[in-house]
């Protein structure tokens, strides 16, 4: 009887389960959010309207702020103990034309601790030049400055009524 293979096995397990990598995807069928992560770890990442309460679905009043916001992100490469994250957010209209262009939202920013950056929010607000009858793509990526392979991306179609 070979004992080698089956502790190859075990040993390889073992060490998979101690590695601190996560990654899944998510679709909220209601609002048709939908989000991937890679490295991050993630409690739950929600489309948010002007009362700061989850949406159910996505139609957003004109001249309201809606946002996207993450939840519980967590496994950030710590610099002295301080997380440095980025966050792009990005709005297009049905063209693919740029309503908002933001490379980075935390573009000087001079670090947070892990606790503050566990909570992100990329808040939009529904006005000029959005029109009523609309809908308009949004998109985030947030990434970790010191381990930028640790990303998450978001997105979802807002129908402006």
Same mark, same amino acid.
């Given at each position: 009887?070979?004992?080698?293979?089956y502790l190859f096995v075990v040993f390889s397990a073992l060490i998979l389960a101690s590695c601190s990598f996560s990654a899944g995807?998510?679709?909220?069928?209601?609002?048709g959010l939908s989000y991937t992560h890679n490295g991050f770890h993630v409690d739950n990442v929600l489309l948010v309207g002007p #009362?700061?309460? %989850?949406?159910?679905?996505?139609?957003?009043?004109?001249?309201? *702020?809606?946002?996207? /916001? +993450?939840? @519980?992100? =967590?496994?950030?490469?710590?610099? #002295?103990?301080? %997380?440095?994250?980025?966050?792009?957010?990005?709005?297009?209209? *049905?063209?693919?034309? /740029? +309503?908002? @262009?933001? =490379?980075?939202?935390?573009?000087?920013?001079?670090?947070?601790?892990?606790?503050?950056?566990?909570?992100?929010?990329?808040?939009?607000?529904?006005?000029?030049?959005?029109?009523?009858?609309?809908?308009?793509?949004?998109?985030?990526?947030?990434?970790?400055?010191?381990?930028?392979?640790?990303?998450?991306?978001?997105?979802?179609?807002?129908?402006?009524?």
């Amino acid at each position: 009887m070979k004992i080698t293979p089956y502790l190859f096995v075990v040993f390889s397990a073992l060490i998979l389960a101690s590695c601190s990598f996560s990654a899944g995807t998510n679709k909220n069928f209601s609002t048709g959010l939908s989000y991937t992560h890679n490295g991050f770890h993630v409690d739950n990442v929600l489309l948010v309207g002007p #009362d700061n309460v %989850a949406m159910s679905n996505n139609e957003v009043q004109l001249n309201t *702020k809606v946002a996207i /916001s +993450v939840e @519980g992100l =967590a496994n950030y490469e710590l610099k #002295d103990g301080k %997380a440095y994250p980025g966050f792009m957010l990005s709005v297009t209209d *049905k063209n693919g034309a /740029s +309503v908002i @262009g933001e =490379a980075d939202l935390f573009a000087a920013n001079e670090g947070y601790t892990p606790e503050d950056a566990s909570v992100l929010r990329g808040t939009i607000t529904v006005g000029d030049p959005m029109t009523s009858g609309q809908t308009y793509s949004v998109k985030i990526k947030v990434w970790d400055k010191n381990k930028p392979e640790n990303e998450l991306t978001a997105s979802v179609d807002l129908v402006v009524k």
